[in-house]
């Protein structure tokens, strides 16, 4: 007589159900385990390397279900943070790292769910991946942010405006980067924008700000005591940083944030 279980099913269909059960959670298991609770602090995460066309993917699916959050975040990490498409199913990581998952999601969400604009409301803007790039002014650093250059290189002609609606943190001169304002945005992202050549308005720490407000205007200073200019050439340097677990301020890579978002210009005349 054949094996059976009181319900009927014979033993080798339930060790088969059960071998492939199995199978199926060690292979979950194993797609997950690059998602730790320092992720977030890794090299990869603060490359922020999602290219423009799965963002805008991204976009579209996060338009009809709210989630960019958590569609960015399934698919960075699907990616291995290098993804060349979207992966919206987040259910493995929910399943066996929520905790660390929702912490990966909110240091995303600090960086892109806020963004509005291009910070320099003009087309003719240039500006290339340097992060990390090595820098000597006040000692040897790295390059934590990005440069960008128009074709007119007047201190003072583009106007400078928040990517982001949020709150003035910083104001005021600074060594390094010369007159500049700190805004920090409703998910927590710090969008700093320095060497301005000077204000719009008399911001006090504090200050709310809409996304397309314009902050200052594009300059030369830095490098030197307050009202130092001329140091290097016309440019907005932007930095964008983010609060983790372990870190009060960490910078991130805006190289392609401002890649993802260089076509969304408001309209200002100047």
Known sequence: MKARWS??????????????????????????????????????????????????????????SGNLGTFLTATMLHGNFQPEKIFPDAM??????????????????????????FPVPSDEITFENTWLSPREYGGKRFHEGCDLFGQVTVSGYYPIVSMTDGTVEQIGWLPLGGYRIGIRSEHGGYFYYAHLSGYEREFRIGDAVLAGDILGYMGNTGYGSEGT?????????????????SKKEMSVNPYWILQSIHKNIINYSY
């Open 229 to 245: 200019v001329g140091q290097f050439p016309v440019h907005l340097h932007l930095g964008i940083y983010i609060s983790t677990p």
């Open 7 to 64: 319900y009927g099913i014979p033993v080798w269909i339930f060790l088969l159900i059960l071998v492939v059960f199995l199978t199926t959670v060690l292979k979950e298991r194993s797609s997950v385990s690059n998602l730790k609770m320092d992720t977030c602090e890794s090299d990869a995460f603060r490359r922020q390397e999602l290219p423009p066309q799965v963002y805008k993917e991204l976009q579209k699916q996060a338009d009809k």
């Open 92 to 117: 493995p990581y929910l399943r066996y790292k929520k905790r660390e998952f929702f912490l990966l999601r909110s240091c995303y969400e600090a960086i892109w769910a806020d963004l509005r604009y």
